[in-house]
């Protein structure tokens, strides 16, 4: 079946902007997550959904860092006036329930902040 | 510091050679994940391991839990160019210890090079 995707793949965007970041989880997991990962770093949690709502929003860095999930599959993170210091590889993965067993991965919005 | 700590940061082996990578963790391990990235990719899941002195094998690629230790190594045996990547340890040490891993904190990965 079809693995998590992500959308776009790459995004490049002038500091100040505001951008979207679309992931589709695997279909019927209902736990989805946001990482971050800077280059040369481990990925960094953000946030994790349990079905519509953010079960653990406390790994988004500031208020410009907002993620929705109205009907429980698609999310989308959301980041205003971008900062350099924005630019990094976003990843999202999904787990059939919550919190047990593997997170899936997708292969990430490589974000950078011109 | 960091909470979970990989080493060596960098390998380059030989095909065919064994090796092992470590990593330790600064608080508790309520289990542990081993990934493995390409570059510019998504992570790879390859082994989940929840309880002290669990071992596992999948291929040529074995896994092992040290809870006492907080530590758990990864062994390659007969390497292969194709197992070249960074390898990541990810665990939840957020301190719930209900079983929950949702939370992963994640080391640096160390990168693995396997030479022809």
């Known amino acids: 079946g079809a693995g998590v995707s992500q959308t776009p793949s790459n995004k490049v965007t002038e500091k100040g902007k505001y951008v979207e970041l679309r992931c589709d989880p695997i279909s019927g997991h209902t736990a989805l997550y946001w990482y971050r990962q800077s280059l040369g770093q481990g990925p960094e949690f953000l946030i994790y959904?349990?079905?519509?709502?953010?079960?653990?929003d406390s790994g988004l860095p500031n208020d410009r860092f907002f993620a929705v999930r109205p009907e429980g599959s698609v999310s989308t993170l959301k980041i205003q006036r971008t900062e350099r210091g924005d630019s990094a590889v976003y990843l999202c993965?999904?787990?059939?329930?919550?919190?047990?067993?593997?997170?899936?991965f997708g292969p990430g919005t490589r974000l950078t902040v011109t | 510091s960091q909470e979970l700590e990989q080493s060596p940061q960098s390998l380059i082996v030989q095909e065919g050679k064994n090796l092992t990578i470590n990593c330790t963790s600064s608080k508790t391990l309520y289990g542990l994940y081993w990934y493995k990235q390409k570059y510019g990719e998504g992570l790879i899941f390859l082994m989940m391991l929840q309880k002290g002195g669990e071992e596992k094998s999948h291929e040529k690629i074995t896994a092992k839990l040290d809870e006492k230790k907080q530590q758990s190594s990864l062994h390659i045996t007969a390497s292969q160019p194709s197992h070249a990547g960074i390898y990541l340890c990810g665990a939840d040490i957020s301190g719930n210890s209900g079983g929950s891993n949702y939370k992963l904190t994640f080391g640096k990965g160390t990168l693995l090079t396997v030479n022809p």
């Open positions: 959904f349990q079905g519509t709502g953010a079960a653990d």
């Open positions: 993965a999904s787990s059939p329930q919550t919190g047990f067993g593997e997170q899936y």
